[in-house]
């Protein structure tokens, strides 16, 4: 059997990962509290407080997950006292903030000025999946699916998603996406049940040299290679693609965070992107991870996608 072919393995036997200390920024995670992800500014205050800084308590009262964050009603249009250790001196500092919420940024409905998440659930990732884009709110972005519908960043924020950008760029690239998505395939309906919604997207990396698949293509593909019981293929997963120069609309590629894209900080497919439903990027890896000495998968695409799907579950 081909490498391609090999993933007909239990989803029981996913092995744990590790999460050692961080990366993007964000170095340390000792301290409760939620971090700043980004900053959307606000009538006053907001200009003290930058990514990175660690809120500890707002109005006197500890905070140390985005669900307390929440019940503080910071935007209430009144003033308030956010206690914070400011990334760029280790300091802590008091902040009096007024904020409403923001309405100018559609379809996203009364934003908060502060995105955050909690120090404690952003530590969860091992370290191999804390690249360019772990820790940022949900980045530009616009994907048309292969049997209709268009979603972009904004549009990601209010669900947990799991997401695979692929190029196929040589054999060796297409395996690994095959094994991503068969594995995909048999993890898709307890994804489900979490709420995590799959997203396979084809995309060109920066080198790639193959031109992109286009709808008809990638169907066949995905027929050709899915993952079948009985000689019955597995029900299909999602899949996306970019838009090709008619379709694209650089005003409609949209995120959380003004000019933080996701194509552009892509560097080795297949990359693996897990936002909570906050938008948060939990979750950044690219390219395949060795399986640890302690686990029972031997091939490095099954132990990194079945990781992330663990994650996924397990950890959103």
């Known amino acids: 059997m081909s490498r391609a072919r090999r993933c007909g393995l239990a989803l029981a036997t996913w092995a744990c990962a590790c999460a050692p200390r961080g990366s993007n920024g964000i170095d340390t995670f000792d301290q409760n509290g939620v971090w700043v992800i980004y900053n959307l500014g606000c009538e006053r205050g907001c200009d003290q407080i930058a990514r990175g800084d660690l809120v500890i308590a707002i109005d006197g009262r500890p905070i140390t997950t985005t669900a307390g964050f929440d019940a503080a009603a910071l935007t209430d249009g009144r003033a308030h006292a956010v206690r914070l250790r400011a990334r760029r001196d280790g300091e802590l ?161 949209l995120g959380v965070e003004n000019a933080y894209t996701v194509i552009e900080n892509l560097g080795r497919s297949p990359a693996i992107v897990i936002l909570d439903e906050r938008g948060i990027v939990r979750w950044h890896s690219e390219g395949v991870q060795l399986p640890e000495a302690s686990s029972a998968l031997t091939h490095a695409d099954q132990f990194t996608i079945i990781e992330a799907v663990r994650f996924a579950l397990d950890a959103l």
């Open 93 to 253: 500092h008091t902040v009096r903030v007024i904020a409403r919420p923001r309405d100018d940024r559609p379809p996203l409905v009364h934003a908060p000025p502060l995105w955050t998440v909690s120090a404690a659930a952003l530590d969860r990732a091992p370290a191999w999946a804390r690249r360019a884009m772990f820790g940022h709110a949900s980045p530009m972005v616009r994907l048309v699916g292969i049997d209709g519908g268009i979603v972009d960043g904004r549009t990601l924020v209010g669900r947990k998603h799991l997401m695979v950008y692929w190029d196929g760029a040589d054999r060796v690239a297409e395996a690994t996406a095959v094994a991503f998505m068969q594995v995909l395939q048999k993890a898709q309906a307890d994804l489900a049940a979490r709420g995590v919604d799959i997203l396979f997207t084809h995309a060109a990396f920066r080198g790639g040299r193959k031109q992109p698949m286009n709808d008809t293509d990638l169907r066949a593909w995905a027929q050709r290679w899915s993952l079948r019981v009985d000689g019955t293929p597995l029900p299909a997963i999602p899949m996306y693609r970019r838009p090709d120069a008619t379709e694209f609309d650089a005003a409609r590629e």
